[in-house]
C-alpha cells in the first residue's frame, strides 16, 4: 500500500507546538506535499496555522499526540513531528519513497550533524541512505504504518514526555517482526532548541523509569545507545547516579585500575547482564567489582586465567576457570552481554586476536566489550590502536568509544548487522528518487545517499574555511560552474573553524543546500580538514582552501587522476597565483612541485625540470612531488583513512600538508603532480583574516617529527630544535606537545607498524643532508623497497604486476584470524622470534579426496612473513591436499617474480604448513 503509487496512500502529520516554535515554516513546508495536517496548541493558538490546530491546552507530548490520533484514523502512515525541526527540500517524498521501499513499520529521519541530540546513532551516516537498525527514537520525528501505529495507540501518557516509549516499540517491534529505520538520505536539522528546553528534564527521566518498571521493559541495547555517548562525556554523573561501593574498589586503591573500577562497575549497572565473561582475573580486582554490580540483577560471573586466582577469589561468589582465553573460546558456546578483557601483556596483536574471535564470534546484539588500558602510556600497550584499525575492515555497524581513567577503559558494542539494500529495493514497488544534477548550488545535502551506499558518490569537493568573506562563496561558486564532466556525481562540503565574520552566511545565502560542518571553537587547519572529510562521503577527496578559483575542468581532472592510479597516490595540479579582488588566475605566475628539508621542515617550490617523472601513459604525465602542498591536493577516501588522515591533534596552523605527504611517502604511497589542471590560490605575505601564535606552528613540527622519525633521528632533531628556539617557546610549546603527547604515540605505533619506507631512505631519495643512515651491521637499508620493479608501467602505479601484489599482501594481510574449529593446526618459530600458526578448515572432494576449504593464519614479529602467509592462505584455497604437499618455498617466491633474501621468512611459512599437513 505504501508502493510507489502515491495516488494509493493517505499520510498525515500531528505535531503539538509551543509559540516559539518553526511550526508555521513546518506548515508551509508540509502543505506543498498533499498531506493532512493536524495540530495541538500547547499555549495559545497561532494565526498562521489556525486551519490546522484542533485543540489547544498545556499537556505532555503523549497527551497531546493521543487528542489529535481520531483525526488520523485513515491514514495509512503518521509522521508525528516536534515544533522545531526544519525539513529539507523534496523531504517527504524522498523519506515516504525509501521507508517504502525497506516496508519499515516505525521509521525516523537522521539528524544532520549540527543537531541536538539524545542517541548518537540518530545522526546522519554521510553518503548512506538509509539503516535497519533494532531502535527508533521517540523525537524529534518518527513515522509508523498503520498496522504499528494500532498496536502502540493510545500512547500511554504515564511518560508525558514520551520518554521510554521508543523502547516499548523496539519490543513490539521485534515481537512481531516488523522493521524499524533511520533514514539518512533526507536528514531533519534539530537545532531550533535544546532536548527538554521547555519542560523538566529530570522529571521526564523518573517518569520513563518507572513507565519502564511499570511495563517491565528492560532492553539493555537501549541503554547502550541512549547512555554511553553520555557516560562518556560526563563520567561523574554516572558515578553519581551508580556509586561503587568501596567494598567493590578497595583493592584496586594504588593500582592502575584505581580510577577504572568503579566506571566498570557503572558501566555493568547500566547494561545488567545475566552472563558476564571476564578475561583476566590477575588479583580479582575488576572480579570483585564485577560481582558486586551483578548481585542487584542476579547477574553471574566467569573469570578465566591462566594463572592461578582461586586464592584472591576465597570470598568471591564467581566461576573461576583456570584456562587461557583462547582455550576458553575453543570450547564456548553462548552469547556473551557482557565482556571485560584485562589480559597481559596487552600488545597488538592478542588485542587483534580476542576481536577476531570472542568479539566477533560471541558478543551479543546490544552487548558491550569493554577493555581496559586503552588510554596507557606505555608504547608495548597498543590496546586502542589494535581496535580502531580493526574497525577500518569491519562493517560500519560498530561503536568505539574511550574512558579516560587511570589505565582507561574502551568500550565497543553492536548495534545491529547492515542489510542488503539494494535486494531490498529489488523487491519492492517502491521508487527510490534519484538526485538532481545541481548546476549551481552544488549536491544538497543527503541527496546523493538515496542511491549511493558511502564510498560511491564519486567525489567531494572538501573545503577548509576560516573568516573568509566573499572569497568563500566565491570558491564555492568556481567549483560548481567548472565541473560539469562529473554530472552531479559529487558534493561540497564546507569545514568551517569557527569562522566569526559573514562568510558563512554569505554562503548559505547563496547556496543553501550546501553542507556546512563547523568547530565551535577554533581548532586548526588540520582539524578543520579532518572534520570535512570525515563529513564527507565521495570515493574521491578534493581538498581546497576557502581561497580557491579552479579552471575549468581542473577538478574534474584531478578526480579521474585519482581514479587512474586506482586511488593509490595522492595527486596535486599546477597552482597558480589568484588575485582575489578581480577573482581572476595570474598564469604567468605558476607552481609545480613542492620540496621540503627534514632538520626545519622548510618548504619551497620547484619546477617541473627539477622533478622526476613518475609515469607517462593514457595521456597522463606524473611528476613526483617530493612534499606535498595542501591548498589543493585530490586523494581517494581509502587512502586519506589509510594514512589516518590529517592530524585533528595539531594546533591552529602548519605543517599538516607536509606532514601528510610524508606519511603518503613512507607508507609506499607517492604524491604525484599533474601540470595539466590549474587551480588558482590566493597568497599573501602574512595573516590577514586571524592570528597564528608561533608555539602552534612549534607544536605541529614536534608532533611530524615525533610520528614520522625513529627514536634516534627524534632525539637529534629534538636536540636541534630545541637549540634555535627561545627558552620560552620551547618550554611552552614542548608543555603543549606533551599534553597531547597520547594521540601523538598512537598514530606514531600505526605509522612505524605500517610504513615501508624509513626517513633515511626518504632523505636519500631526495637528495636531502640529513638524516643519513650511520650503518648498523646487518641492517638493510630499506627492506620493502627490495620488492619494488624499477620500471613504472602504463597501469600508473604499478611497480610491477607481482611484486604489488605482495606490496598489497605486506600492507593489508588477508586471512590474518584464528579459525574456529580448524582440522589442522601448525605452529613454526624463527631463530629470531618471529611465529606463525596456520589454520586449515578441509572438505571432501569426491573419489576419497579431500581439499582445502579455507586457509587462516596468526603472525607476529616478521612483516615479510605475515605478507607470504597471506599470499599462500590466498592461493591454496579449493586445492587438493596433495597439490598443497607438491608445493615448495620456490613457488611462493616465484609468484612474485622476485628473489629477495626473504629465504627464512618463507621458510618460517612452510614448516608451519608442512607442520599442519603432517
Request: aromatic share 10%; with cysteine.
Amino acid at each position: 500500500m505504501l508502493g510507489g503509487d502515491r495516488g494509493k496512500m493517505k499520510v498525515a502529520v500531528c505535531c503539538p507546538y509551543l509559540l516559539d516554535s518553526l511550526v508555521e515554516q513546518l506548515v508551509q513546508d508540509l502543505t506543498e506535499c498533499d498531506i493532512e495536517i493536524h495540530l495541538w496548541a500547547l499555549q495559545s493558538v497561532l494565526p498562521g496555522v489556525a486551519q490546522f490546530t484542533r485543540g489547544t491546552g498545556r499537556l505532555g507530548k503523549a497527551q497531546a499526540l493521543n487528542r489529535l490520533l481520531p483525526y488520523v484514523s485513515n491514514a495509512d502512515l503518521v509522521l508525528f513531528i516536534d515544533d522545531d525541526v526544519r525539513l529539507g527540500p523534496r523531504f517527504i517524498s524522498t523519506y515516504l519513497s525509501i521507508v517504502t521501499a525497506l516496508g519499515a513499520a516505525v521509521a525516523q529521519p537522521a539528524l544532520t550533524a549540527n543537531s541536538h541530540y539524545s542517541h548518537s546513532i540518530t545522526l546522519q551516516r554521510p553518503g548512506r541512505w538509509a539503516r535497519l537498525t533494532n531502535f527508533v527514537e521517540s523525537g524529534p520525528v518518527v513515522s509508523m504504518t498503520r498496522e504499528f501505529l494500532d498496536l502502540v495507540t493510545p500512547f500511554p501518557e504515564s511518560s508525558r514526555m514520551g520518554w521510554g516509549l521508543d523502547v516499548q516499540w523496539s519490543a513490539i517491534a521485534q515481537a512481531h517482526g516488523f522493521r524499524m529505520a533511520i533514514v539518512d538520505a533526507c536528514p531533519v536539522e534539530h537545532t531550533f532548541r535544546p532536548v527538554g528546553a521547555h519542560y523538566d528534564r529530570a522529571e521526564a527521566w523518573k517518569d520513563m523509569e518507572r513507565f519502564l518498571a511499570e511495563h517491565r521493559l528492560t532492553w539493555p541495547c537501549h541503554r547502550v545507545l541512549r547512555e554511553y555517548p553520555r557516560i562518556c562525556e560526563r563520567p561523574s554523573e554516572y558515578l553519581a547516579a551508580f556509586p561503587a561501593p568501596a567494598e567493590a574498589v578497595q583493592h584496586g586503591l594504588h593500582s592502575d585500575a584505581a580510577l577504572d573500577l568503579p566506571l566498570l562497575w557503572a558501566v555493568a549497572s547500566l547494561v545488567q547482564p545475566e552472563l558476564i565473561v571476564e578475561l583476566g582475573t590477575r588479583r580479582g580486582m575488576s572480579t570483585r567489582t564485577l560481582v558486586h554490580a551483578a548481585r542487584r540483577w542476579g547477574g553471574r560471573v566467569i573469570t578465566v586465567d591462566p594463572v592461578d586466582a582461586k586464592p584472591y577469589l576465597a570470598d568471591v561468589p564467581c566461576e573461576f576457570v583456570q584456562k587461557t582465553g583462547e582455550d576458553l573460546f575453543c570450547t564456548w558456546s553462548t552469547p556473551v552481554k557482557f565482556l571485560f578483557i584485562d589480559t597481559d601483556p596487552h600488545s597488538y596483536q592478542q588485542t587483534r586476536h580476542w576481536l577476531d574471535t570472542w568479539v566477533k564470534t560471541w558478543l551479543a546484539d546490544g552487548g558491550v566489550a569493554v577493555f581496559h588500558d586503552v588510554v596507557t602510556t606505555r608504547p608495548e600497550v597498543q590496546v586502542a590502536q589494535a581496535v580502531r584499525d580493526w574497525l577500518r575492515e569491519q562493517p560500519p555497524i560498530w561503536h568505539w568509544q574511550e574512558f579516560a581513567g587511570t589505565s582507561g577503559l574502551g568500550l565497543l558494542w553492536r548495534v545491529g548487522d547492515r542489510p542488503d539494500f539494494e535486494g531490498l529495493l529489488a523487491g519492492s514497488t517502491g521508487q527510490v528518487p534519484h538526485p538532481e544534477k545541481n548546476q549551481r548550488e552544488g549536491v544538497r545535502q543527503g541527496a546523493a545517499a538515496v542511491t549511493r551506499p558511502r564510498g560511491q558518490l564519486r567525489a567531494s569537493i572538501v573545503i577548509a574555511s576560516l573568516n573568509e568573506g566573499d572569497r568563500l562563496w566565491k570558491t564555492v561558486q568556481s567549483c560548481i560552474e567548472t565541473v560539469e564532466e562529473l554530472d552531479g556525481s559529487y558534493e561540497v562540503v564546507i569545514a568551517d573553524d569557527a569562522s566569526d565574520d559573514s562568510s558563512i552566511e554569505a554562503l548559505r545565502q547563496r547556496f543553501p543546500h550546501i553542507r556546512v560542518f563547523a568547530h565551535a571553537e577554533r581548532r586548526g587547519v588540520s582539524p578543520t580538514k579532518d572534520l570535512g572529510a570525515r563529513s564527507s562521503c565521495g570515493a574521491v577527496l578534493v581538498f581546497l582552501d576557502g581561497h580557491c578559483k579552479p579552471e575549468p575542468g581542473a577538478i574534474a581532472r584531478l578526480i579521474a587522476d585519482v581514479e587512474a592510479l586506482d586511488g593509490q597516490a595522492i595527486v596535486t595540479p599546477r597552482v597558480a597565483a589568484l588575485d582575489a579582488e578581480r577573482w581572476q588566475n595570474n598564469m604567468g605566475q605558476v607552481g609545480h612541485g613542492y620540496r621540503m628539508d627534514l632538520e626545519r621542515f622548510d618548504v619551497s617550490w620547484i619546477g617541473l625540470g627539477q622533478m622526476e617523472v613518475f609515469s607517462a601513459s593514457a595521456g597522463r604525465r606524473f611528476y613526483e612531488s617530493p612534499a606535498l602542498i595542501g591548498c589543493c591536493a585530490a586523494m581517494s577516501r581509502d587512502l586519506y583513512e589509510q594514512l589516518w588522515g590529517f592530524d585533528p591533534g595539531m594546533r591552529v596552523y602548519g605543517v599538516e600538508d607536509i606532514d601528510f605527504g610524508l606519511k603518503a611517502w613512507l607508507m609506499g604511497y607517492p604524491v604525484l603532480h599533474d601540470p595539466e589542471p590549474v587551480i588558482g590560490h590566493r597568497f599573501r605575505a602574512s595573516f590577514d583574516n586571524y592570528s597564528v601564535p608561533m608555539e602552534h606552528i612549534l607544536v605541529n613540527q614536534l608532533r611530524m617529527a615525533r610520528k614520522n622519525f625513529s627514536d634516534p633521528v627524534w632525539d637529534e632533531w629534538v636536540r636541534q630544535c630545541k637549540a634555535r628556539q627561545p627558552d620560552w617557546l620551547w618550554e611552552l610549546a614542548w608543555k603543549i606537545f606533551t599534553e597531547g603527547r597520547e594521540s601523538v604515540e598512537r598514530e606514531r605505533a600505526y605509522l612505524l607498524t605500517h610504513r615501508v619506507h624509513d626517513e633515511f631512505w626518504y632523505a636519500a631519495r631526495f637528495g636531502l643532508p640529513w638524516p643519513k643512515r650511520t650503518g648498523v651491521p646487518g641492517e638493510t637499508a630499506d627492506p620493502v623497497s627490495q620488492f619494488r620493479s624499477v620500471s613504472s608501467t602504463t597501469a600508473g602505479l604499478r611497480w610491477s604486476a607481482q611484486p604489488d601484489s605482495f606490496l598489497e599482501h605486506y600492507r593489508r594481510p588477508r586471512n590474518q584470524q584464528v579459525l574456529p574449529n580448524p582440522d589442522a593446526v601448525g605452529i613454526a618459530r624463527s631463530d629470531k622470534g618471529a611465529m606463525l600458526t596456520l589454520y586449515l578448515q578441509l572438505s571432501a572432494a569426491g573419489a576419497g579426496a579431500v581439499r582445502v576449504e579455507r586457509a587462516t593464519f596468526q603472525g607476529e614479529r616478521c612483516g615479510v612473513a605475515v605478507a607470504y602467509a597471506s599470499a599462500l592462505t590466498e592461493m591454496i584455497r579449493g586445492w587438493s591436499l596433495e597439490e598443497v604437499r607438491a608445493l615448495c618455498p620456490d613457488d611462493l617466491r616465484n609468484r612474485f617474480g622476485t628473489e629477495v633474501g626473504a629465504t627464512e621468512s618463507v621458510k618460517l611459512v612452510f614448516s608451519a604448513l608442512q607442520q599442519a599437513l603432517s
